[in-house]
C-alpha cells in the first residue's frame, strides 16, 4: 500500500537491489544486469574475504541503505524499532510508558515524561537515568534496545531502576504499559485570540485542529478576534493530513498538486474534500513558520498564503517540496520513497526555497538568534534541485534596521515577552479583529 507522507528526517537508511522474482525482473536491461553481476561479486567477496564472518543480513541491510542514501535525504528503509518509529509519527500512538529517551555517555537518560501518562503519573522526571528494566543492567547497551523493552502491550508491567541526580540511592518504580496517543494540535485562548500550536500531522490532526477551533469560542462565549496557527518546529507528516488542515480555514480552491516523473503523472487537491466551509469563518488568521517549518507543514502555509486567507509570518521555512510514499515491505518493514514533487496553489516549488513569510519576522527573544546554525532542504546532500529558489526575507527597509525588532532579548524578558514571534503574532491579530469587531458594531 502507497502512503503519502511529507517529513523531514536525516535517515539515509533504504530499499535493497537483490536478484527476486523473474516478473519484478522482467524490466531490467542487460546494462541493469551487468550492475546487478557487479553487486553480487561485490557480495560473494566480502563473504569470503572480509576480516571477520557477516551475516547476509547485515549485507543486504547495508546495500539497502546505500542505493538509497544514493538518491536523496528522505527516501529510505525503515524495519524493526525504525519502522515501530515511523508507524508511531503516522499513526500517533504507541503502547509504552510516554517517556521521551536519549543516550548520555552510555546511559539512558529521561529528556521528558509525557503528560498524563505512566511515567509522568509515577513520577520519574527530565534528568533521571534508567539503569535497569526488569532487573537487568541497561548502562552500555543501545538506546534502540532500551525504548523496545520499555515499548510493549498495554496492560503489561515493567520494572525501572531509576538514578536520580541528588537522591541517596536509586529509585524503583513498577509501571504497567498503556496506550500513549501523541497529542498533534495543543490549543490555548490569549487575551481574545485563538492560539492553535500544530506539531506534526498525524492520522487525527485534522480533526483536532477542528476540536481546537470549537473549543476556543466555547472558552470565550463567542468568536475570538482570529486565530495563530503555529506551525515552527513541524517536520511534517501525512499529505491528507496537511491537505485536512488546509481545509478547515479555506472554503474553495486548489490546496496543493503533486507532480511525479512524467508530465501526465499530476494529481491536484482541492478544498471541501475533508471540511465543509471555513470553520474559522473569515476570521484574521497568522500562520508562524521558521527553518524548522518543512513539507506538510510547507503545503498548509503555501496553501493559506496563496489564497490570501493567512498572513504568514516569521522566517523563511525548510524548503522540502518532496513526497515521500511509503510501502509495507513485510511484517515490520517499510520502504519509503520519494515519488513527486508538490506545488502549492500558485504553481510555485517550494523545493529548497521553502515559503518565504508575507511579515519576515527574527525571532529577537532568542540571545543568539543571529548566530545560530540554521539547517535547511538546500544544506541536505543529495537534495532535490529547484532552479527557482527563493531568498531569506529581508528584514530590513532602506538598508536601515527594522525598529520594530531593535529590542534585545534581555529588554524582552524584562518585559515578560520569552517568545517574540508569538507575541507579535497575537498583537497584529488584535489589531485586525480589533478593527473588524469595530466595524461589525457599527453596521446596521
Known amino acids: 500500500m502507497l502512503r503519502p507522507f511529507l517529513q523531514v528526517t536525516a535517515a539515509v537508511s533504504a530499499l535493497a537491489l537483490i536478484p527476486a522474482a523473474t516478473s519484478a525482473m522482467a524490466g531490467v536491461d542487460s546494462s541493469s544486469y551487468r550492475e546487478l553481476e557487479t553487486f553480487m561479486e561485490v557480495f560473494n567477496r566480502v563473504k569470503t574475504d572480509y576480516v571477520d564472518k ?8 547495508g546495500a539497502i541503505q546505500g542505493m538509497l542514501a544514493a538518491l536523496d535525504p528522505h527516501s529510505s528503509y525503515a524495519d524493526g524499532l525504525e519502522f515501530d518509529n515511523l508507524k508511531i509519527q503516522t499513526d500517533g500512538s504507541y503502547g509504552g510508558l510516554g517517556l521521551v529517551v536519549t543516550m548520555e555517555d552510555g546511559a539512558v537518560k529521561v529528556v521528558a515524561p509525557t503528560e498524563d501518562t505512566p511515567a509522568a503519573r509515577a513520577g520519574i522526571k527530565s ?10 543492567f541497561i548502562v552500555g547497551g543501545s538506546l534502540d534496545e532500551a525504548i523496545e523493552q520499555m515499548r510493549g502491550a498495554p496492560g503489561t508491567k515493567i520494572a525501572l531502576t531509576i538514578v536520580r541526580p541528588g537522591a541517596d540511592k536509586p529509585l524503583q518504580f513498577t509501571l504497567t504499559r498503556e496506550t500513549i496517543v501523541q497529542r498533534p494540535v495543543k490549543w490555548e485562548v490569549r487575551g481574545d485570540v485563538g492560539y492553535i500550536n500544530i506539531n506534526t500531522f498525524n492520522a487525527s490532526t485534522t480533526q483536532d485542529t477542528r476540536d481546537a477551533i470549537l473549543a476556543i469560542e466555547k472558552k470565550l462565549g463567542r468568536k475570538p478576534l482570529g486565530y495563530v496557527v503555529d506551525l515552527r518546529q513541524n517536520g511534517g507528516g501525512l499529505l491528507s493530513e496537511a491537505i485536512g488542515v488546509s ?3 479555506l472554503s474553495h480552491g486548489e490546496i496543493v498538486s503533486q507532480r511525479g516523473r512524467e508530465k501526465s503523472d499530476i494529481q491536484r487537491y482541492f478544498a471541501e474534500r475533508m471540511v465543509p466551509g471555513d470553520m474559522a469563518r473569515g476570521l484574521p488568521v497568522i500562520v508562524l513558520v521558521d527553518a524548522g517549518t518543512a513539507s506538510a507543514s510547507e503545503i498548509v502555509a503555501g496553501a493559506l498564503q496563496d489564497h490570501h486567507r493567512a498572513i504568514v509570518m516569521g522566517e523563511r521555512s525548510f524548503g522540502k517540496g518532496s513526497v515521500q510514499s511509503i510501502l509495507q515491505m513485510g511484517p515490520r518493514a517499510a520502504l519509503r520513497l520519494t ?20 511579515i519576515a519576522v527574527p525571532q529577537i527573544s532568542d540571545p543568539d538568534y543571529k548566530s545560530r546554525p540554521v539547517l ?11 532552479q527557482a529558489k527563493v531568498e531569506d526575507g529581508v528584514l530590513e527597509e532602506d538598508g536601515k534596521p527594522d525598529p520594530r525588532f531593535s529590542m534585545s532579548a534581555e529588554d524582552l524578558k ?28 457599527k453596521a446596521p
Do not use: M
Open 414 to 441: 524584562k518585559k515578560g515577552i520569552e517568545d517574540f514571534q508569538l507575541h507579535y503574532a497575537l498583537e497584529t491579530i488584535a489589531r485586525l479583529g480589533g478593527g473588524t469587531r469595530a466595524t461589525a458594531a
Open 247 to 249: 481545509d478547515v480555514f
Open 339 to 358: 515519488t513527486a514533487r508538490y506545488y502549492t496553489p500558485s504553481g510555485h516549488s517550494v523545493q529548497e526555497g521553502g515559503i518565504k513569510p508575507d
Open 127 to 136: 534528568g533521571d537515568y534508567i539503569t535497569h528494566l526488569d532487573g537487568k
Open 54 to 61: 557477516v551475516d547476509d543480513k547485515t549485507l543486504v541491510e
Open 376 to 386: 535547511r532542504e538546500a544544506d541536505l546532500r543529495r537534495h532535490l534541485v529547484n
